[in-house]
């Protein structure tokens, strides 16, 4: 009998070369370790103290790092430490809205030691089970600092213009549209009623607007809540203007981190054989496209769902098309991003569920043996994803017309798409990739993506005869995988050559490389001209695109001369309109802030109609009166019976009374609040994308 041994060089050639050194055979004749009881017994116990403690010391934040290190140590990915906090971070987001269903029906809703404690317990007692120790890589790779450095830049420009803002003061750049709003009502009434508010309809309709409750997915909504119950240590999220600065502030980390994931998805598909300058250009190319992009407008416009759900589809995608790890942590890792993904944009999860299928049949040699288990899992993992969905659909929701729906939207950048894709295509088709089981499933993502987008494309034309509000919403998958797909570009660039010379000058020449490489990148895809015809009269390119326009105050809302402080007279019990102006959309606007403050977004469903009320400032024509008070007395009557009186808040004195009196009239009352200084006079025209 004889064996045969395969080089490294051979794997690399197939494209399974490990991401790390395979781990020792255990001693005593291939027997596992003995595992103590009561190791198994402290790690529990440490499970809820540690927790229970932190909270109690209101550092229950301190919990979030804790619980990606702990997922980081049990799990093996990655040669470096940094690639191994990225696929635990995508673990471990599957395993909290997995768990939120538990968390949802349980008596202890979102408690930070509640949950956290749960969490702790079971990846203890599954880390004792599998006879795994913890251990973390402490290895680093010098591209590592490009892929830090993208979220670094990002945070500076997108906390620039709120840093040293009042909470009451950043709400103008909370309050950009109504999507927004809408996005914190779903975030407001999983706090609200303790968990997903699809497993509480009933009362989560008094937080958002029916039947969103059940119909539209949260996923990214719970992930937040969950974490502002560690940041605020407390399940009770307090003050409502607060909880609205400290969910803006998770979007604005959340964007970087989209950025910031698609540059370490490219490297991580480029594998073991992007080193050296490649890597620094496959880094600071995704990096640069990133913050001259137009996707920006995705946090500008509050399109919140949808850019959380990209940064969570560049993370499964990656782990999908190159999955460096064994099969335990495939399978959590493939779970991980179906459920992730559709729980919070289900329409995306087609796109992974493609990719998932593809990696089985193209890496099916690693799973012999093993495939009833893995078949198994993955079987759960899609009941679990496909469960709201399905709540979805049993709610009444319309299908073919929530398809072919209209509405604003943040068109994808075509040259990066399509210029973008047939250049992956490119790479993934050469001979030497195609050899290579990454190189396989690169192609079948890329297929399927197309595949997919185009399929989506000739069912809207032949049904509306144009592309609407979700075509425009999946092209960004199309952005996002032919971005990573820069890292398979980045990786044909490697010539073999023999080292020769001193080190040292080798590494210092790598160097120059790459800073000439990552200017080149920056001056290429952002338009960075390094103080090169940055005058007067021209200014530079960098400073028209919309991070930066951001990052100096450009995307500001009209909240009036008082701020936000102008509206706290709007907290009570009953339902509140606030006509600030005689703009109707700034009273819509108004009203929806004031009906989050006093956890009330269910009046909205009656209340939208301020939509068409411009009354509330001085000087009011007329037929403008009598046509917005036919609407304001109508939102009246559609608000659920029994409720408190109303309270409307007017930016002026006349106006107030009259509407008082009219109501009176036809056997509404109200009560009327005026004050001048809350008019919102500033000129908006941002509420939506593309329009002025």
């Not at 309709?205 to 909504?221: F, M």
């Not at 490219?266 to 190319?285: E, K, N, S």
Request: charged share 15%; net charge positive; aromatic share 10%.
């Amino acid at each position: 009998m004889s064996t045969t041994h395969s080089s490294p060089d051979s794997a690399i050639r197939r494209g399974t070369v490990p991401s790390e050194p395979p781990p020792s055979p255990p001693p005593t004749g291939g027997r596992r370790p003995r595992r103590s009881p009561f190791v198994l017994a402290g790690g529990l116990a440490l499970s809820w103290l540690v927790p229970a403690g932190l909270v109690a010391l209101h550092l229950g934040v301190v919990l979030l790092p804790l619980l990606l290190l702990a997922v980081a140590a049990v799990i093996r990915v990655g040669g470096v430490l940094l690639d191994r906090l990225f696929v635990a971070g995508l673990i471990l987001a599957g395993s909290v809205l997995t768990f939120g269903l538990v968390f949802s029906l349980w008596p202890w809703g979102l408690s930070p030691t509640a949950t956290t404690g749960v969490m702790f317990s079971v990846l203890t007692a599954a880390a004792w089970a599998a006879g795994r120790a913890p251990r973390l890589p402490l290895r680093f790779r010098w591209s590592d600092l490009l892929v830090l450095g993208t979220f670094a830049g990002m945070w500076h420009y997108l906390f620039h213009p709120v840093d040293g803002a009042s909470a009451a003061e950043r709400v103008a750049y909370f309050a950009t549209a109504e999507d927004r709003l809408s996005h914190f009502s779903f975030f407001s009434g999983i706090q609200g009623v303790g968990g997903y508010d699809f497993l509480h309809q009933e009362a989560a309709r008094s937080y958002l607007i029916p039947p969103s409750e059940v119909t539209y997915p949260q996923g990214s909504h719970f992930l937040l809540a969950w974490t502002d119950s560690l940041v605020h240590s407390a399940a009770d999220p307090g003050d409502m203007i607060h909880t609205m600065n400290r969910y803006f502030l998770y979007l604005l980390v959340a964007y970087a981190l989209f950025c910031t994931a698609l540059v370490w998805a490219a490297r991580w598909i480029g594998g073991p054989r992007l080193r050296g300058w490649r890597a620094a250009a496959v880094c600071a190319t995704v990096g640069a496209i990133m913050f001259a992009s137009n996707y920006l407008d995705l946090l500008a416009h509050g399109f919140d769902s949808t850019f959380i759900g990209l940064l969570l589809i560049a993370l499964a995608l990656a782990v999908l098309i190159r999955p460096a790890m064994g099969r335990t942590e495939f399978v959590l890792a493939a779970a991980a991003g179906l459920i992730t993904v559709t729980y919070t944009y289900n329409i995306y999860g087609a796109f992974v569920g493609v990719a998932l299928l593809g990696a089985l049949v193209v890496h099916r040699r690693r799973f012999a043996g093993r495939w009833w288990w893995i078949l198994g899992a993955l079987a759960c993992a899609l009941g679990v994803a496909a469960l709201p969905s399905v709540l979805s659909v049993m709610g009444n929701l319309d299908v073919a017309g929530a398809s072919n729906m209209s509405g604003p939207s943040v068109g994808a950048d075509r040259s990066i798409l399509i210029g973008g894709g047939l250049l992956g295509l490119l790479a993934a088709a050469m001979p030497r990739n195609r050899r290579t089981a990454t190189g396989r499933q690169h192609l079948v993502v890329l297929l399927g993506t197309g595949g997919l987008l185009s399929a989506f494309a000739v069912y809207q034309l032949n049904t509306i005869g144009k592309y609407s509000y979700y075509f425009h919403k999946m092209t960004a998958v199309g952005v996002v995988v032919a971005l990573i797909s820069i890292g398979a570009v980045g990786a044909m660039l490697q010539t073999p050559h023999r080292r020769t010379g001193n080190a040292l000058a080798r590494r210092l020449g790598e160097l120059a490389l790459s800073g000439l490489t990552v200017a080149a990148a920056l001056s290429l895809f952002a338009n960075v001209q390094w103080g090169f015809l940055a005058t007067k009269d021209a200014p530079s390119a960098w400073s028209n695109n919309p991070l930066v326009a951001w990052g100096r105050g450009g995307f500001e809302t009209d909240m009036g001369p008082e701020g936000m402080d102008g509206l706290k007279v709007l907290r009570g019990d009953g339902p509140v309109i606030a006509l600030v102006s005689n703009d109707s959309v700034k009273n819509l606007k108004a009203t929806w802030l004031a009906s989050l403050m006093n956890r009330r977004g269910g009046d909205m469903k009656a209340l939208y109609d301020i939509h068409w009320v411009d009354i509330g400032g001085p000087q009011v024509k007329e037929e403008d009166y009598q046509r917005s008070f036919g609407r304001l007395k109508g939102a009246i009557e559609k608000l659920p019976a029994p409720h408190p009186t109303p309270t409307i808040l007017t930016a002026d004195r006349s106006v107030g009374e009259r509407i008082k009196r009219d109501l009176a009239k036809g056997g509404l009352t109200v009560n009327v609040l005026s004050d001048q200084g809350i008019l919102w006079t500033q000129p908006w025209g941002r509420t939506f994308p593309g329009t002025v």
